[in-house]
C-alpha cells in the first residue's frame, strides 16, 4: 500500500503540472478503432489499430493510391517484371531518409523481408500474405510443423529478394503471382532501416510522413510530421490517437469537439442522424468486406447443401440492411463486394424465395421446419444482425438459434469447426479477388475443419484459384474468379450476407482526404482550411 | 507488533502462491487456446505451431508452471502473448493511474460519506437523515456504467466543462472519480450510521452523560471512536474493490488502468499478463489487509496483538 499510495501521489503531482498542450490548428486528434495497438513492430502488427499507426509511419516499395487503391509507386519508383511473371526488380526512389536521418538503400528492403520472412521476427499473418509466393519462403517457413516441434530458429535470410545494387532490389517469386504488387501494399510489407529492429517501444524507423513521438500504452500514440519526407509538405503537423474502447464514449467526445475522427456504431446512427450537426459530419465508406457464415461441410444438417440453399434463400437480407444496419452496406449475393473489378451486381443467385426454401427442406427430410445453430462471439453488431437473420428465415420453418459466447471460446470452436454454422467478419486484406477466394480454400485449420478440402467442388476451385492467381489483370483473369464465384454459391460453400461499410464522424474542419477509400485515416491526406 | 507485521508477511508467501496456482490452472482449464485466438480465421496448420512455439505453449504444463514462477521469485513475469512487453513493464504503466483513481475516489468517498453517516445518525428519523439514506440508497443502486454516461453527457457535451474522457490533465480525474466513489460514498455512509446509532444506545454512553460530561466530549471521544472499527473495515474493503472494480469507470472514461488491461488480457487468453495483474492484485490485497490490522490497536486499545 505503500508502494501504491507513493505511485499515487507521484501520479497526482505528475499530473498537476503536465496539462495537455491545447488544440492547434496543424494538430489533429482522433481515436483508434477497435481499443489499441497490439505492437508497433510492422512485422508483428495484425489488428486494424497497428495498421492505423504503421500506414502513416511506414511505407513499403509499393504503396496503395487512396482513392483507387491501386497499386503506386512508393519507395520504388519504377519496376519491371520478366516475361514469365516471376521476377521482380524495384528501382529505390532517390535521397529518401528514415526518420533517423538515415539514407534509404536496398540494403533495408533486404533487412525488412528478412525480418519478416523469419518466423520469430514475422509473426504477422501478413507475412505469408507478402512472401508467401517469394523464392525460399518455403524453405524458411517449412509447409507443414508436426506438433512437439521446437521454437523455430529465425532463418535470417529469404533466397528470393536480393540486394543488386545500392540502390536496386530483385524479388524473384516461385511462382507468378498477379496480385504481388497489390500484396506488396500490406502493413507487413513495410521497409524499415536496417538494424532498427528492438522492442519498439518508440515504435519503427520508418520513411512514412511521421514518425512516433510517444507511445503511451493504454492510453495514446502521438505522431509528429517526419521532417525529412520525400512526398512534400502536408497541412497536419501532429497527431494523437487516443485509446477510447467504448465506442459511445469515443462519439461523446466527439460532441464535446476534442475528437476530429470518431467511430460511429450502428446503434448510435439514428441518433446521429436526427442532430442536422452530427450528421453532416457522418461519412460512410463501403468496406471491401464479405459478412458470411462458413459452415460444417462434414456433418448434417449443415453439410446438406439443400438445407444451406435453404437457409440462403429464407434470409430477407435488404431487410437486415435497413433495420440493423441503418442502410449501411449492400446484401451479398456472392463472393465479391462492390468496387472489384469481379463484382456482378447482376449475380443474384440467393433471391429470397420462401416456397422454394421450404421444398429444399421437405426434400431434405425436413418438412415440418428445421433447428439451426449459428455461433458468433459478442460483437454486438453481428449479434443484432443474426437476431434479425433468425427472425427473417422463421417463415421458411427454420428456426435459427444464435448462440454467442465469448470471442476466445468462439474462435476456439470455429478452428475446431465444432459448430454447425459460424459467423465470418471478413474485410479483405488487400483489394484482390483473390483475398475473397480464400475463404472457399482449406489453407486456415478452420476450413480444414470444416472440410473446406474435401468437398467435390473443391479440386475444380483450386485449380481455378491457381490459374487466377497466375493470370495477368484483366478481363480473363475476372472470368475465372466470376466461375469460382459460381461454384461456391451453386454449392453455398459460404453463405454471404452482406457487403458492410465503414461509418465514421469526420469533423468538418478536417478537408481533403481524411479517411482513404479503405476506410483507413491517412492523416498527411488531410487538408485544413482557415 | 513487529514481530505480528513479519509473521502476517511470512503468511504472503504461502496466499500469494495459492493464488497464483489457482489463476494458472483456471486460465488452462478454459476452453480455448491463446495460439487459435492470435491467429484466428487465417491461422494454418503452421501458423498455428509456430505460435505455439513461439509462446511455450507446447512445453508440458509442469515446465509452464515452473519456468514463470522461478522468473516471478526474480521479478520477472514473463511477457505478454499479445503485446510481447514485459508484463511488470505493463503493470508497472497501468497500476499507478488505477491507484490514483482509487485513492481520489476514496477520499472523496470518506469526506462525504462518513460525515453524512454521522449527521444523519445523530438526526436520527428527521427529514435529513431519509434525505441522507435516499442519497445512500440511490448510490448503492446506481449501475456505474449508467452514471458515468450521463456524467460525460452533463459536463462533457452538454455543459462542456471538462472532457468526457482523457488522463492527461488533473481535471480528467473528477468524473472517473466521482463516478467511481459513489458506491463506497453510499456504503460508508449506512455503515456509519447503523454503526453510530448502536453506540449510541450503549450503557458507558448513558455513564458518560450521566457523569456530566460535555454532550460533545461524549459524542467525539466515546461514541464516534467507538463507531468507527466497523467503518474502518468496510474501507479497507471498499479500498480493495475499488482498485479491482474500477474496471467499468476505465473502460467508460478510457482511463489506463489495470482493471481494463485484466479484462481485455482473460477474454484473450493472455496467460502471463493475467497471472502476473492477479498477483498484482493479491499484493495489494494483502497489504490493505495488513494495514488495517495494524490500525485496529490503533483505534481500539482493547485489540491487542
Known amino acids: ?530 | 507488533m513487529s514481530l505480528y507485521i513479519v509473521s502476517r508477511i511470512i503468511q504472503l508467501i504461502p496466499t500469494v502462491l495459492g493464488i497464483y496456482v489457482i489463476t494458472f490452472l483456471m486460465m488452462r482449464v478454459l476452453p480455448s487456446d491463446p495460439a487459435k485466438f492470435i491467429e484466428g480465421d487465417r491461422g494454418d496448420a503452421q501458423s498455428l505451431a509456430e505460435t505455439r512455439a513461439r509462446l511455450r505453449l507446447d512445453d508440458p504444463l509442469s515446465v509452464q508452471f515452473t519456468t514463470f514462477l522461478g522468473g516471478a521469485l526474480q521479478g520477472d513475469l514473463g511477457r505478454s502473448f499479445i503485446h510481447n512487453r514485459p508484463v511488470t513493464t505493463m503493470i508497472g504503466e497501468s497500476f499507478q493511474p488505477t491507484a490514483l483513481l482509487a485513492l481520489t475516489a476514496t477520499i472523496i468517498a470518506m469526506s462525504i460519506g462518513i460525515p453524512l453517516g454521522i449527521f444523519s445518525a445523530v438526526r436520527r428519523n428527521s427529514v435529513w437523515d431519509f434525505l441522507a439514506r435516499l442519497v445512500a440508497l440511490i448510490g448503492v443502486s446506481i449501475p456505474v456504467f449508467w452514471l458515468g454516461i450521463q456524467l460525460q453527457i452533463l459536463f462533457g457535451v452538454t455543459l462542456k466543462w471538462l472532457d468526457p474522457t482523457g488522463s492527461t490533465k488533473l481535471s480528467h480525474l473528477i468524473l472517473p472519480s466521482i463516478a467511481a466513489c459513489f458506491g463506497m460514498l453510499a456504503i460508508l455512509t449506512r455503515i456509519t450510521r447503523s454503526s453510530l446509532l448502536e453506540v449510541l444506545n450503549q450503557d458507558y454512553i448513558r455513564t458518560a452523560h450521566s457523569k456530566g460530561l460535555h454532550s460533545q466530549r461524549v459524542f467525539v471521544r466515546h461514541a464516534l471512536q467507538n463507531a468507527l472499527l466497523p467503518v474502518v473495515t468496510v474501507w479497507g474493503a471498499a479500498v480493495a474493490s475499488l482498485l479491482s472494480g474500477t474496471i467499468l469507470v476505465e473502460t467508460i472514461f478510457a482511463w489506463p488502468g489495470m482493471g481494463r488491461l485484466l479484462v481485455a488480457a482473460i477474454g484473450q487468453r493472455d496467460y502471463p499478463l493475467v497471472q502476473g495483474i492477479v498477483i498484482a492484485y493479491a499484493l495489494v490485497y494483502a497489504g490493505l489487509n495488513l494495514l488495517i490490522d495494524i490500525l485496529y490497536p490503533i483505534i481500539d486499545p482493547r485489540i491487542r496483538y
Open chain 1, 1 to 530: 500500500m505503500k508502494q501504491g499510495l507513493r505511485f499515487g501521489l507521484v501520479g497526482l503531482v505528475t499530473a498537476l503540472f503536465s496539462f495537455g498542450v491545447m488544440a492547434q490548428d496543424a494538430a489533429v486528434t482522433v481515436a483508434f478503432v477497435e481499443s489499441q495497438p497490439t505492437s508497433l513492430d510492422p512485422h508483428a502488427g495484425r489488428t486494424v489499430d497497428d495498421f492505423l499507426v504503421l500506414r502513416n509511419v511506414c511505407e513499403g516499395l509499393i504503396n496503395y493510391d487512396p482513392t483507387t487503391l491501386e497499386p503506386v509507386a512508393a519507395l520504388a519508383e519504377s519496376w519491371t517484371v520478366s516475361e514469365d511473371g516471376t521476377e521482380y526488380v524495384f528501382s529505390l526512389r532517390q535521397g529518401v531518409m528514415f526518420s533517423d536521418g538515415s539514407t534509404l538503400d536496398a540494403n533495408d528492403v533486404k533487412y525488412s523481408f528478412d525480418r519478416l520472412a523469419s518466423p520469430v521476427t514475422g509473426i504477422s499473418y501478413t507475412a505469408r500474405l507478402v512472401l508467401g509466393t517469394v523464392m525460399g519462403w518455403s524453405a524458411i517457413r517449412p509447409a507443414a510443423v508436426g506438433e512437439g516441434t521446437p521454437t523455430p530458429e529465425p532463418v535470417l535470410s529469404i533466397s528470393g529478394v536480393e540486394v543488386v545494387d545500392e540502390s536496386t532490389v530483385k524479388v524473384t517469386l516461385a511462382t507468378p503471382t498477379t496480385a504481388f504488387l497489390t500484396r506488396l501494399t500490406l502493413p507487413g510489407g513495410v521497409i524499415i532501416a536496417e538494424g532498427s529492429a528492438n522492442d519498439f517501444a518508440n515504435g519503427p524507423v520508418c520513411t512514412g510522413p511521421y514518425a512516433v513521438a510517444s507511445y503511451v500504452p493504454n492510453d495514446r500514440v502521438e505522431l509528429v510530421a517526419n521532417e525529412a519526407y520525400w512526398g512534400g509538405e502536408f497541412d497536419v503537423k501532429s497527431v494523437t490517437i487516443r485509446v477510447i474502447p467504448e465506442i459511445s464514449s469515443q462519439v461523446l467526445e466527439f460532441e464535446a469537439g476534442s475528437l476530429d475522427i470518431s467511430v460511429a456504431p450502428e446503434a448510435d446512427l439514428p441518433r446521429i442522424k436526427e442532430d442536422s450537426a452530427l450528421s453532416s459530419q457522418l461519412v460512410t465508406i463501403p468496406t471491401l468486406s464479405n459478412y458470411n457464415l462458413r459452415m460444417n461441410l462434414k456433418e448434417l444438417p449443415s453439410g446438406d447443401v439443400r438445407i444451406r440453399r435453404a437457409l440462403s434463400l429464407a434470409i430477407n437480407r435488404q431487410l437486415v440492411i435497413d433495420t440493423v444496419l441503418q442502410g449501411q452496406g449492400v446484401p451479398a449475393d456472392g463472393l465479391y463486394p462492390p468496387g472489384l473489378s469481379t463484382y456482378d451486381a447482376d449475380f443474384a443467385p440467393f433471391e429470397r424465395n420462401i416456397e422454394e426454401a421450404k421444398q429444399l427442406l421437405a426434400d431434405a427430410g425436413y418438412p415440418d421446419g428445421i433447428e439451426l445453430i449459428v455461433r458468433t462471439d459478442q460483437n454486438e453488431t453481428e449479434n443484432r444482425v443474426l437476431n434479425a437473420i433468425s427472425a427473417t428465415v422463421a417463415e421458411a420453418g427454420i428456426n435459427l438459434i444464435v448462440n454467442s459466447t465469448e470471442a476466445s471460446i468462439y474462435t476456439e470452436d470455429r478452428t475446431n469447426c465444432t459448430m454447425q454454422f459460424g459467423g465470418i467478419r471478413w474485410t479483405m486484406d488487400y483489394p484482390d479477388p483473390e483475398n475473397m477466394v480464400v475463404l472457399l480454400l482449406p489453407n486456415a485449420a478452420t476450413r480444414v475443419n470444416c472440410g473446406y478440402g474435401e468437398t467435390e467442388a473443391y479440386p475444380e476451385i483450386q485449380a481455378l484459384y491457381d490459374q487466377g492467381i497466375a493470370t495477368p489483370l484483366g478481363e480473363e483473369r475476372d472470368a475465372i474468379f466470376r466461375q469460382i464465384e459460381q461454384i461456391a454459391m451453386e454449392n453455398v460453400l459460404i453463405l454471404p450476407v452482406y457487403h458492410g461499410a465503414t461509418t465514421r464522424l469526420v469533423s468538418s474542419r478536417l478537408g481533403g482526404q481524411p479517411l482513404d477509400n479503405n476506410g483507413v485515416a491517412r492523416f498527411h491526406l488531410i487538408e485544413l482550411g482557415n
